[in-house]
């Protein structure tokens, strides 16, 4: 038998993938035709019945062509999402008539290659318009941009899976009047990025932001004699390493960061856990309006009176208006010691009945209550279905 040059089967595969970038386009397209269509007739956008039939038949079809219901799974997971969030940017947009900018002037910490950038990019992607990047060296710095109208918009880092919340970016919220106006999460794969031909042996520095480090303790554990350098963002720390070209230093950043600078990663998975995402919110001096079809967050800040149980008893509003709440954190209240601002972010639209109630409940009983912005959810939990589901079809 004669084996197929690698150059004709490799052009092959090239072909196939245009031809499935092709196909991925039509049914983007698609999608956003469904999306009219649920705007002219106010269906939510999320109908999770439909994803589960058509992941049973997909997986049942890919089985059939040998491929594992496990592969087929995530590849539809995918591209349900991408249709789920094209369609939320189409109904959020149409719901606040206006609101798209032909440039989009957009505040984030560090430079090129910081995880804000990427997050940045990913999240304005599916908008109209162009971008405008804004390095900043301070999350104030940020904040300020977009309250003196030199920014449009501020991306902010909130939480990591490893190191929790980022606590200077809560700080910057009790203080400003610009509201949430949407949120994504990034995942943050950590390398260990050089600029020459080295080992990890031979580096003796390393450059990277504090709450890299953080993330990347039991790693930084295991290094013997290296001086670590904590510096303003990831971006600083790969223009440091770039700029000094050593066999003997390295930078913590990712990876397609890290090539914006031609640097390359002799290390991955740097993290302490496997799954390190980060949620980053974005500001803007308007708020918006969330459409009832799209599911919704809502991010509120209050102080409690101060008696026993009154925490308790502004968590019961939520509970019995049926209110989730996916976070809840504390900080000091500056010039107020051992009084608390808390900030709980809740599943719901402060256009919607139950929310609005909570909310006028919560009111009453608090002594400072302030919505910091209501905004489409961009956490899309995949729908599962069992594989012996599929084939018993
Ligand atoms: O069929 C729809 O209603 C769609 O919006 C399309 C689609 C998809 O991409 O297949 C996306 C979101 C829904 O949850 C179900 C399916």
Same mark, same amino acid.
């Given at each position: 038998m004669t084996v197929p040059a690698l150059d004709e089967l490799r052009s092959r595969i090239t072909n196939l993938d245009s031809e499935l970038l092709a196909l991925l386009a039509e049914r983007r397209a698609l999608t956003n035709e469904v999306a009219e269509t649920k705007i002219s007739h106010q *269906?939510?956008? =999320?109908d999770i019945k439909r994803e589960e039939q058509l992941l049973i038949r997909l997986i049942k079809h890919g089985q059939e062509k040998g491929l594992d219901a496990h592969y087929v799974t995530q590849v539809f997971h995918v591209i349900i999402e991408d249709s789920v969030l094209n369609q939320q940017t189409m109904l959020a947009e149409r719901a606040n008539p206006? +609101?798209?900018?032909?440039l989009n002037r957009v505040a984030f910490l560090g430079? =090129?290659?910081s995880y804000s950038y990427l997050a940045t990019q990913k999240y304005f992607s599916r908008r109209p318009g162009e971008l405008l990047e804004i390095g900043c060296q301070s999350f104030s710095e940020i904040v300020q941009k977009v309250e003196h109208a030199e920014a449009d918009y501020a991306v902010l880092p909130i939480?990591?899976?490893? +190191?929790? +919340?980022i606590n200077e970016v809560y700080d910057q919220l009790q203080h400003t009047?610009?509201? *949430?106006i949407g949120e994504l999460t990034h995942p943050i794969r950590h390398a260990l990025l050089v600029a020459t031909s080295t080992s990890l042996d031979k580096i003796k520095t390393l450059y990277a932001h504090p709450q890299v480090f953080t993330q990347c303790s039991h790693f930084l554990a295991e290094l013997g004699n290296v001086e670590v350098k904590t510096i303003d963002s990831t971006s600083s720390a790969m223009l440091k390493v770039s700029e000094l070209q050593r066999d003997d230093v390295a930078a913590i950043g990712s990876e397609a960061g890290g090539n914006l600078y031609g640097l390359s990663a002799i290390r991955s998975n740097l993290a302490n856990q496997k799954e390190n995402h980060s949620r980053f919110i974005v500001v803007a001096r308007q708020a918006v309006k969330v459409p009832l079809q799209v599911p919704a967050k809502t991010t509120l800040v209050m102080s409690t009176i101060q008696k026993p149980g009154s925490l308790v008893e502004a968590l019961m509003v939520l509970k019995n208006n049926e209110i989730n709440m996916t976070k809840l954190e504390s900080r000091p209240m500056p010039g107020n010691p051992w009084e608390e601002m808390f900030y709980i972010d809740v599943e719901g639209n402060t256009a919607d009945g139950p929310l609005q109630q909570a909310i006028e409940e919560l009111k009453k009983i608090t002594r400072y209550l302030k919505v910091l912005g209501c905004y489409p959810s961009e956490e899309i939990s995949p729908t599962k279905v069992a594989a012996a589901s599929a084939l018993s079809e």
């Open positions: *269906i939510p956008v =999320r206006g +609101s798209a900018l032909p430079d =090129r290659g939480e990591n899976t490893t +190191s929790g +919340s009047e610009l509201s *949430i």
